[in-house]
C-alpha cells in the first residue's frame, strides 16, 4: 500500500501477511488489530484517533505516532518502534496490567495523554532530543540508549538504566526500581532523583 486510512466502525484485522505501507497510516475511527503477525511497516508516519491494537505483532513506523485515539499493547510479545511518539491528551497507551510487551522510540518523547505502563520496557534511542510526560506514572523499565533531556517531571516504576546520555534538567524524577548509567552518562547538572521503591535495589553509577 502507499497510505492506508481506517475510518468506520468496528475492527479490522490484518490477514496472514505484515502490512507493507510505503506511506502514511490513519486510523480515524474503529480499531485496526495487527493479529499475530509480526514485521508491519509504515515508511511515513502514522496518526491514531481510533484504536491500534498490536495484539502480538511487531510494527516498524519510521516517522512519528501521533495518538489522539488508544494504541493498545497490552499482551506480551507486542512490539512497537516508531521514529518519535506524541499522546496528545485525549491519548491513550496501554501496556495493560502485566504485559511485557515493548516500545522503541527513536526521537522526541511527548507524553500529554494517559499511560498504563504495564509491565513494559520503553528505550529511547533519538540523539539529542526531549523527554517530557505529564502522567502520575510514565514508565516501568526505561532504557536510554540515545541522547534526551527531561523537560518534564519522571515517574518510572521499574528500572532505568543509561546507555547513552541523559540530562535531568531541573525537574524530580521517581524511580522505583533499580539504577544503572554505568554504561552511559548521566549528565547531572541540577534536578532531583527520588529512589522511592520498596524493598532492595541497585544503585550502578559512575
Known sequence: FWDVVV???????VGTNPLDIDGTLTVTAGTLD???????????????????????????ITGGLTVNGTVDMDQNAASLTCGSFTNNASGVLDFGANATSALICNGAWAD?????????????????????????????????SGTYTATSNLDI???????????PGSYTHKVAGSWDDSGGTFAASAGTVIFDGTGAKTITSK
Open 112 to 144: 500529554a495523554g494517559t499511560t498504563n505502563p504495564g509491565n513494559s520496557t520503553l528505550t529511547l534511542a533519538g540523539t539529542g532530543v526531549n523527554l517530557s510526560s505529564m502522567n502520575s506514572t510514565d514508565f516501568y523499565h526505561l532504557t536510554i
Open 157 to 167: 516504576e521499574g528500572t532505568v538504566t543509561v546507555s547513552g546520555t541523559f540530562a
Open 7 to 13: 475510518n468506520s466502525t468496528g475492527t479490522k484485522l
Open 34 to 60: 495487527l493479529a499475530a503477525i509480526a514485521g508491519h511497516t509504515v515508511a511515513g508516519t502514522a496518526s491514531v484517533s481510533g484504536t491500534l491494537d498490536v495484539k502480538t505483532a511487531s510494527i516498524v
